[in-house]
């Protein structure tokens, strides 16, 4: 089984798949709804899972009624991300989420290939806090594609710098924009969620801890 992970590359979403900072986004999102006078909701959060800033903030400007000139809004994105990288600057190894890091250490030891492949921009940040870069041969993520995902930019990037078909790699997501992206780029993808939220996705589990390497392995072979 070793001989064949070594030719599988697993690429990562890491917000709500290896560490939850999903809880940051949404009280930055809230605080910036409240300043500009209407309130922001948990379901509406669930809406911007894997969705950019730019859009995210789109979106919530729509929700709240609100117009603002193309300055007006890099104002406000960069206000967001502000009060959100003074929460993630916080964050420990505490963080991660179940099964994660065994996952990780796991395929590392197999000999896999791994790669992140998020819309965040601050991934650099979130790995260092939650000491989790040193798992990745490559890392793609909002500061390196033009284009968010249902695009296939983000997983085909990561895909083309780990020197592996689309055919071979796996992806997790917790987004159903990021199935669909990965479903666009022909990779197999692990549902990290509902079922019924994740439609397209090879498998579900619940969280990392409910999948192994033999298992990832069965999904390419």
């Not at 055919?167 to 917790?174: I, P, R, S």
Request: hydrophobic residues 45%.
């Amino acid at each position: 089984m070793d001989n064949v992970i070594k030719h599988i590359a697993c690429i990562f979403d890491l917000d709500g798949v290896l560490v939850d900072t999903a809880v940051y986004h949404y009280q930055a999102w809230k605080q910036l709804a409240n300043t500009l006078g209407f309130d922001f909701t948990h379901a509406q959060n669930e809406q911007l899972k894997g969705v950019n800033r730019m859009r995210s903030l789109d979106m919530i400007l729509s929700w709240g009624g609100i117009e603002k000139t193309a300055e007006e809004k890099e104002e406000l994105a960069n206000l967001k991300n502000s009060w959100y990288v003074a929460m993630i600057s916080k964050m420990t190894t505490d963080e991660v989420l179940p099964g994660s890091l065994k996952l990780l250490q796991d395929l590392k030891v197999a000999g896999a290939k791994i790669a992140l492949g998020s819309a965040s921009k601050n991934s650099a940040l979130i790995l260092e806090r939650t000491e989790l870069a040193h798992f990745f041969d490559a890392i793609v993520d909002g500061n390196a594609v033009s284009t968010s995902k249902p695009d296939p930019e983000v997983f085909l990037k990561a895909a083309e710098l780990l020197g592996a078909k689309n055919t071979t790699c796996v992806v997790f997501e917790d987004a159903l924009a990021g199935v669909q992206a990965a479903i666009a780029g022909e990779m197999k993808v692990v549902g990290v969620g509902e079922a019924e939220n994740l439609p397209g996705a090879n498998v579900w589990v619940k969280n990392l801890s409910e999948i192994n390497v033999a298992e990832i392995s069965a999904l390419i072979n």
